[in-house]
């Protein structure tokens, strides 16, 4: 009987171990974007592992960017090579599981909710930061691996996602330009056949340089005629 107890509260406890799955509230998409400093869409190209200073192992998942809202420009640095993280990993030959931690395949098209954090970005809702794109009924709409089936809190169509998105951060999934901060004044210029304002600069610089040179070869020619000019003075004296 001992025994069985013995084995029984081993099994238990074996069992609620691996049952440490994160538990998901059921939060609105609304107040997820509204919690997260941006959303971006793009590729995921694959990952690596690390750990960070404070033991934590993540991984770092890196992304091809072709559409963002609520992320600064200058966050992003190369668009094909974006990193976002999220906690579980492997160090060490150790693996660290994190259930409900989001999954990815190479080259998978995906929609992310993501916040700034004092390592880079996360993933701040695990598995429910992450869509992705679908057709139903000849409409375009985005789920998530969690509560994929409830509308507004894993499910909702693309159109209400951008309204929600352009609600929360001013602006909706916009294509990644990466000339699109870059002044394109002086190429419009040359286009038209019109000088750029640099090169009218530059000739209005080059007339003022030759101003100088007239008088200095000017002042050479009066330099030579007065001693031809005092001596013939003298000459009249005399």
């Known amino acids: 009987m001992i025994k069985f107890k013995i084995f029984f509260t081993f099994i238990f406890c074996l069992i609620l171990s691996n049952a440490r799955a994160t538990v998901f509230i059921e ?64 160090w060490q030959n150790r693996v660290y599981k994190i259930h409900g931690a989001p999954e990815f395949k190479k080259n998978e098209e995906v929609i992310l909710v993501i916040r700034k954090d004092r390592f880079g970005y996360i993933m701040p809702d ?10 139903e009924d000849g409409k375009k709409v985005v ?18 996602f951008e309204f929600l998105v352009q609600k929360t951060y001013g602006s909706p999934l916009n294509k990644f330009l990466v000339d699109k901060y870059i002044d394109k004044g002086s190429h419009r210029n040359s286009e038209s056949g019109k000088r750029s304002p640099a090169s009218n600069k530059n000739t209005n610089e080059k007339e003022d340089d030759d101003i100088p040179v007239i008088w200095f070869v000017l002042g050479l020619g009066l330099m030579g005629f007065l001693p031809t000019l005092l001596i013939k003075g003298k000459r009249n004296e005399g």
């Not at 695990?126 to 057709?135: A, C, E, P, T, V």
């Open 27 to 90: 939060t609105s998409i609304e107040d997820r974007l509204e919690q997260a400093s941006g959303v971006i869409k793009g590729t995921f190209v694959g990952k690596s592992y690390k750990k960070l200073p404070g033991g934590r192992v993540v991984t770092e998942a890196t992304f091809q960017l072709t559409e963002v809202s609520g992320i600064a420009p200058n966050e992003i640095v190369n668009h094909n090579n974006f990193k976002v993280m999220y906690p579980g990993g492997v």
């Open 143 to 160: 789920k998530s691996a969690i509560f994929s089936g409830k509308k507004g809190i894993g499910k909702i169509s693309y159109d209400d």
């Open 126 to 135: 695990l598995g429910l930061s992450k869509f992705n794109i679908y057709q």
